[in-house]
T-cell receptor, first 112, second 116 residues
Framework: GESVGLHLPTLSVQEGDNSIINCAYSNSASDYFIWYKQESGKGPQFIID?????DKRQGQRVTVLLNKTVKHLSLQIAATQPGDSAVYFCADCSNRDDKIIFGKGTRLHILP | DTEVTQTPKHLVMGMTNKKSLKCEQH?????MYWYKQKAKKPPELMFV???????INESVPSRFSPECPNSSLLNLHLHALQPEDSALYLCASSQVENRGPGDEQFFGPGTRLTVL
């Protein structure tokens, strides 16, 4: 069935280093994905999205890569800062039943 | 205004109480959502309202009763809840129901509910 999963539940990264958070999906028809950031005590916030006609999209310090061949996407955060500490969810937003399918989430922990 | 607001931030209630959660947005969005989020889990969809009409109910128990009084407001009425209903309840809105690019959902900060 449909699933969106993450490879690692927790990622610890040194401040200033780059972070890479991975996500796998199973539905080859999926064509739109969003990465959300959820800080403690807050709701998920949109970070960046990507459509299936692209394989890379860049924002401010963030890049999303989409590999449709292996049904995998990743979120790269450059020069990780303490404010990047959060849980990151990938979400398949292409489902025609009007539902978002969230991945399990990865907690990003920044080491000083 | 690009915010979704939710009140209260925290709520503690007994199993016999009746309470309501409120959500408001002034972005002109016509789709609004309720999610339940348990600790260390992703949000789970409960209800979707589209143009003030209930369009999706994810088999949610009747002790949760949603209401959409107008296009800016969404309520969740709670009655006879169980301790396992304790969770973060998130409201979200989007321009229309989730249909891909340009229609991402904006989330509120949530209401932390504890049922004793």
């Amino acid at each position: 069935g449909e699933s969106v999963g993450l490879h690692l539940p927790t990622l610890s990264v040194q401040e200033g280093d780059n972070s890479i958070i991975n996500c796998a999906y199973s539905n080859s028809a999926s064509d739109y994905f969003i990465w959300y950031k959820q800080e403690s005590g807050k709701g998920p916030q949109f970070i960046i999205d990507i459509r299936s006609n692209m394989d890379k999209r860049q924002g401010q310090r963030v890049t999303v890569l989409l590999n449709k061949t292996v049904k995998h996407l990743s979120l790269q955060i450059a020069a990780t800062q303490p404010g990047d500490s959060a849980v990151y969810f990938c979400a398949d937003c292409s489902n025609r039943d009007d539902k978002i399918i969230f991945g399990k989430g990865t907690r990003l922990h920044i080491l000083p | 205004d690009t915010e979704v607001t939710q009140t209260p931030k925290h709520l503690v209630m007994g199993m016999t109480n009746k309470k309501s959660l409120k959500c408001e947005q002034h972005m002109g969005h016509r789709a609004m959502y309720w999610y339940k989020q348990k600790a260390k889990k992703p949000p789970e969809l409960m209800f979707v309202y589209s143009y003030e009409k209930l369009s999706i109910n994810e088999s949610v128990p009747s002790r949760f009763s949603p209401e959409c009084p107008n296009s800016s407001l969404l309520n969740l009425h709670l009655h006879a809840l169980q301790p396992e209903d304790s969770a973060l309840y998130l409201c979200a809105s989007s321009q229309v129901e989730n249909r891909g690019p340009g229609d991402e959902q904006f989330f509120g900060p949530g209401t932390r509910l504890t049922v004793l």
